[in-house]
Structure formats: C-alpha cells, structure tokens
C-alpha cells in the first residue's frame, strides 16, 4: 500500500531564501510521485513529476524535486523564494500508472517579506 | 493540455435536500473519473473511482447511498450528494484520466456549505 507524510505542516520562509519541503512515501511497487500547489479555494496545480528516467525533475515556477530512492524521498526545493509561492503543497504517490493518488497532509509555506 | 471543469463552484443548500456537482473533461474522454473531498486545513481524501458506464468504487468508509456517483459518459461524471447535512460541508474535487498510464487531471473544486 502506498503513502505519503510531509514533515511539517507550516513552514515559513523569508522573501529570496531557500524553499525545502520535505516528502517521504512508501510504495510496494515503483511509484509515480508528483508535487501539486493549492492556492485558498482552488483545485491543485500540478508543478512536477516523476516517473522514470532523470531523478532530478525540474517543474514550474522554478521548483525542482529529487526522486531518492534509498531514503524514499521527493523533497521539494525552489533556491528564492516568492511572496506568490505562499501556499499549501502537497505530495502525491500513484501506482504507476496514474490511477490512485495518495495526497500528503500538506504544507502551508508562509513567505515574510 | 487537457482541462477539466466542475460545476458550481460554490453551492449552499439546506440540511435535508440533496446537491449534484458535475465533474467535465473538456478536450479529452476521460475513461476514469476520481472524486476526491477535502475538509479544512487537511489533504484530499478520495471517496470513490468511477468508470464510464459501470457503477463506482467506494472506498472503505464513504456511504455509496448517500455520496451517488454517475459517470454517463466519457466527458462527465456527477457526484450527488444526498440528504445532506452540516458534516457534508466540505471541498469536492474532481479529477479525471483517459485512462490506466495516462495522467490525471483535476478539477478547480466546489465548495459545499449545507446550513
């Protein structure tokens, strides 16, 4: 069975530094994860994915995330943070084959100015 | 890419009546429709898989008869939600695939507010 945990459900950073959101799952067979952003009263936007091949992916707005397979890990990083890049974030696993989602719990990146 | 709408995307009725919410694939048939709720400051949760033309899996937990999923067609699928009550307010979303190794896509979300 699969699952996700996001350590950390509030993480505040200040406007330039250094995002880090923190994603480890568990999967019985080779996942597909992604990294979706949620924005108050809205749907999700999916801002990576990995699937196979390249286990650095690199995704929208300048966020990237590494696929680590030993410590089952897909931590979401952006080198400068933006005031727009405050919102939750949320890490999702699927079987491979897109079907199935398994949602975190979410992080709420708060950006200080 | 490929977009999928809902529709309202606010609905508040009162206790006691029921309330559909329409999922659409605007530019591709979508095989597989996921429906998905979210309660405040907490992940998604999905609450059932529903194929074009065959009845919709539940998962463990969500009342079939009081959450009624129809997937009609390969464009739509409608979550209805009956006699609802003030619990049943939440965030529903939509997400739709073409099917087994094709990506999902989600919908904008409604919410529900039962007073």
């Known amino acids: 069975a699969q699952s996700v945990t996001q350590l950390g459900s509030h993480v505040s950073v200040s406007e330039g530094a250094l995002v880090l959101l923190r994603c480890n799952y568990s999967?019985?067979?080779?996942?597909?994860l992604f990294w979706y952003v949620q924005y108050p009263n809205q749907g999700l936007q999916l801002l990576l994915k990995?699937?196979?091949?390249?286990?650095l992916v690199k995704g929208i707005n300048g966020f990237e995330a590494e696929f680590k397979k030993s410590e089952t890990s897909f931590h979401l990083t952006k080198p400068s943070a933006h005031m727009s890049d405050a919102a939750e974030y949320f890490c999702?696993?699927?079987?491979?084959?897109?079907?199935?989602?398994?949602f975190g719990s979410g992080t709420k990146l708060n950006v200080k100015p | 890419g490929a977009v999928v709408s809902q529709h309202p995307s606010r609905v508040i009725c009162k206790s006691g009546t029921s309330v559909k919410i329409e999922c659409r694939s605007l530019?591709?048939?979508?095989?597989?429709m996921f429906w998905y709720r979210q309660f405040p400051k907490q992940s998604l949760m999905l609450m059932a898989t529903?194929?074009?033309?065959?009845?919709?899996?539940?998962e463990q937990g969500v009342e079939k008869d009081k959450f009624l999923i129809n997937h009609a067609s390969l464009t739509l699928s409608t979550l209805t939600v009956t006699s609802a009550h003030p619990e049943d307010s939440s965030f529903y979303i939509c997400?739709?695939?073409?099917?087994?190794?094709?990506?999902?896509?989600f919908g904008p979300g409604t919410r529900l507010t039962v007073t």
């Open positions: 999702a696993v699927s079987e491979g084959n897109f079907n199935k989602f398994y």
């Open positions: 990995y699937t196979t091949g390249a286990t």
């Open positions: 530019d591709f048939q979508a095989t597989t």
């Open positions: 999967s019985s067979v080779p996942p597909y």
């Open positions: 529903s194929n074009e033309g065959s009845k919709a899996t539940y």
């Open positions: 997400s739709a695939t073409g099917g087994p190794g094709y990506e999902q896509y």
